[in-house]
């Protein structure tokens, strides 16, 4: 009987972790492959385009934002990516026409962040509007923006092609930024190579995440 209690009491403990190993495995695989689904769909459209797009990113992959004369090409980009994607879902507002659940946004994750610091609130509301105007993906605005849902089970929330965020698990769990919940970026180095970098600029994670570049290499 104590040899079975011994057993139980450590089966009780390292089943937790074990569980939560399996889960991150899961996780880090579900990234890989949106990276490679990402990577060939645009690397696909950018060669339909003959590689005359400029709806990126500067080469750091953050930082500008396209040219004014560019957004025109971010449309002829997003029309041309969306027929190399296994698109089954298509919202105008991804979170109204079903296509996202409702995510924590940016501004929600800074103040869970600050919640015990000695930040003053003048001082948080600072840093809550400078990341709306700059970046964007609020609680409530990511309700707004077009979402699509593709055959894989990954759901993509646009800005625009060039600026986005990708939940690699759909609906399901555990929703959470640095997780399965990532904003990404696309940006063409130097017009002759593809890049899709998810660290820096706006890109952040909820405690106990990590930033999509270090996920994929796992």
């Not at 569980?19 to 689904?37: D, P």
């Not at 929330?157 to 769990?173: H, R």
Request: hydrophobic share 35%.
């Amino acid at each position: 009987m104590i040899t079975l209690g011994i057993i139980g009491v450590v089966a009780a403990l390292t089943m937790p972790v074990l569980i939560g190993k399996y889960q991150h495995f899961v996780l880090v695989n579900r990234a890989k492959k949106a990276y490679s689904i990402l990577y060939q769909a645009y690397y696909k459209t950018l060669s339909d385009l003959e590689f005359s797009n400029t709806c990126f990113y500067d080469a750091a992959g953050a930082g500008t934002q396209p040219t004014s004369s560019s957004y025109y090409d971010c449309t002829v980009f997003r029309d041309q990516l969306l027929k190399n994607l296994k698109v089954i879902k298509y919202c105008q507002k991804g979170y109204e026409e079903g296509c996202i659940i409702s995510y924590k946004g940016k501004d929600d994750v800074i103040k869970e962040q600050y919640e015990n610091s000695d930040i003053s609130q003048d001082e948080l509301d600072e840093k809550i509007d400078f990341s709306n105007k700059t970046c964007g993906f609020t609680t409530a605005g990511i309700k707004n923006y077009r979402a699509i849902v593709l055959a894989d089970g990954f759901t993509i929330i646009s800005v625009n092609p060039a600026y986005f965020a990708i939940d690699t698990n759909g609906a399901k769990g555990p929703n959470k930024w640095g997780y399965d919940l990532f904003i990404l970026y696309v940006y063409y180095k130097d017009m002759k190579k593809l890049h899709i970098s998810g660290e820096a600029g706006c890109t952040f994670i909820e405690k106990g995440g990590m930033f999509f570049n270090k996920m994929i290499l796992e």
